[in-house]
């Protein structure tokens, strides 16, 4: 969706790994449950077995509506841009 690799790649890592190292800063339920459900949560349920919230087969399922989220946000931003 960015025009620039350096840029997308800076955005990429700073959405994957931000997240979960500021949230380990706040101890809040709120914010511990928002982060079960990001790429990074999700990917330690995937590997590590069951969590008390969802199985390793949802964890899965989450992480490929992620994936589409993803693919569609970038197919809608390049035919806004190329009609």
Known sequence: ??????????????????????????FNQLVATVLEHLP?????????????RYSPEVAAMLLGAWAVAALAAGATTLHRRDP
């Open 1 to 26: 969706m960015l025009r620039s690799t350096a840029g997308t790649v800076t955005t990429a890592v700073a959405a994957l790994f931000a997240p979960p190292i500021l949230g380990a800063l706040a």
């Open 40 to 52: 990074a949560g999700l990917s330690g349920v995937v590997n590590g077995g069951a969590s008390e």
